[in-house]
């Protein structure tokens, strides 16, 4: 069953891949900038005549932009709604969507607020520092299952010897350099307080405020050990 924080987010999150702003696509899909603000935010639900000039914008099914299933190209008839069919893989898809979720909000506010910033140099630090991380979690899991080998992983030793690892490391060093440097090509880089984050990206922000207080947390509870 669809929600209107399914849709809302759902709404909000195909925007940002896109990366657009919300005037540009209001416009494109003709109505208000506040209307579809309002949409995003989940404080008003749309009209079928919208949801299908923002499926056809999109180019994503209804189902998916309800929130009905993971699926792009979604289905007519969502599988859980027929009795005696259920979709193991349907599920799996649900469950790592919902996994995912916080780190994808989390990282499209980052990359948004990077933005700002109008530095490239930056820009392509960070990128290369998050995609050396996921490139480690998929060469880590792909070690448990030799047999299934994407064929592409060939620094087998230098991964088993840690420079992997190191390689993280410099990727972090080169975006922390590149922060330095815009700052100091600039008196102040005037980054959102936490209010106004709340304000321009309040589907994000609660995703980002829960990974913050966990990191927190753990790290908290390692130095206390």
């Known amino acids: 069953m669809m929600t209107n924080q399914d849709f809302s987010h759902t709404l909000s999150a195909l925007r940002k891949e896109r990366g657009i702003s919300q005037r540009t696509a209001a416009d494109e899909l003709g109505i208000s900038q506040a209307l579809l603000s309002h949409y995003e935010n989940g404080i008003r639900e749309p009209g079928l005549a919208f949801v299908i000039r923002a499926c056809d914008y999109y180019r994503v099914s209804a189902d998916y932009l309800l929130g009905r ?12 709604a027929v009795p005696g069919v259920r979709s193991s893989r349907q599920r799996q898809r649900r469950e790592a969507t ?13 990359f948004d607020l990077l933005a700002r910033l109008e530095d490239t140099a930056v820009l392509s630090a960070a990128a ?3 995609s050396t991380a996921v490139y480690l ?8 299952d030799p047999a299934a080998s ?25 975006y922390l350099l590149s922060l330095r440097d815009c700052a100091r090509e600039r008196t102040k880089l005037t980054l959102p ?10 589907a994000a922000y609660p995703y980002v405020s829960d990974i913050v207080r966990d990191t927190e947390e753990r790290i908290s509870s390692r130095m206390e050990e």
């Open 69 to 80: 299933t993971t699926e792009r190209e979604g289905s007519a008839v969502h599988p859980a």
């Open 98 to 110: 919902e996994a995912a979720r916080p780190v994808i909000h989390a990282v499209s506010l980052l």
């Open 128 to 130: 290369r520092y998050l």
């Open 137 to 144: 979690l998929l060469r880590q899991l792909y070690q448990w």
């Open 150 to 174: 994407l064929g592409q992983f060939s620094a087998d030793d230098a991964i088993s010897s840690g420079l992997g690892d190191a390689e993280l490391q410099l990727s972090r060093g080169r």
């Open 193 to 202: 307080n936490r209010e106004t984050l709340r304000r321009e990206f309040p």
